[in-house]
């Protein structure tokens, strides 16, 4: 005697489980930087995965590609300076690099190209995933970045800008008291 599972059973168990991993998924943006490097990570199909060698900044690492180092500035953000001895060191601008450290640092990341290769310092231009989180939104989203639009890499600056938006709404990062409230790039 087979046994065959009902269609209709399947569906709702798979609906089920798709709505608890979305749900689960929007949580993990929040809770992201209290997240600890898996064992074996996991780099999304059609990135390229690379290892975090070295972060400079809250936007800006080195990555090792096949043995090479490359520095490697995040596509479509900015965050307060931190690094440039001409320029004063920004509001935020060192929690900005603390958490990207957390978020990156020493990790297996996946890269994702948009239109240019490299920037005119010759830094790689990527964007970066750890699992299925882009550190990109979720430093604009917990109001450690500005969004920053340079055409012609432009794939996620919408969502980058309504990222922006919610965390100066909710008076994160940036937008909170520590820099008054006003933040700009």
Known sequence: MRLRPRTGSVLAALLALSVSLACAGAAEVRDFHEASPTAT???????????????????????????????????????????????PVGCFGKEASEQNRRLVEGRI???????SETDS???????????????????????????????????Y???????QAEARNGGRGLWGPTCGGSASP
């Open 41 to 87: 990570p996991y780099v999304r199909p059609g990135l390229v995965p690379a290892r975090v060698t070295r972060v400079v900044d809250g936007d800006t690492i080195h990555v090792e590609v096949g043995g090479k180092d490359y520095r490697l500035r995040y596509i479509g953000i900015d965050t307060p300076e931190t690094v440039d001895p001409r320029r």
């Open 121 to 155: 310092f010759d830094r790689l231009l990527r964007y970066v995933w750890v699992e299925d989180v882009m550190v990109t939104s979720a430093l604009v989203e917990q109001g450690y970045a500005f969004a920053a639009t340079y055409p012609p890499n432009v794939r």
């Open 157 to 163: 600056s919408t969502l980058f800008a309504s990222l």
């Open 109 to 115: 990341v996946g890269l994702e190209k948009d239109v």
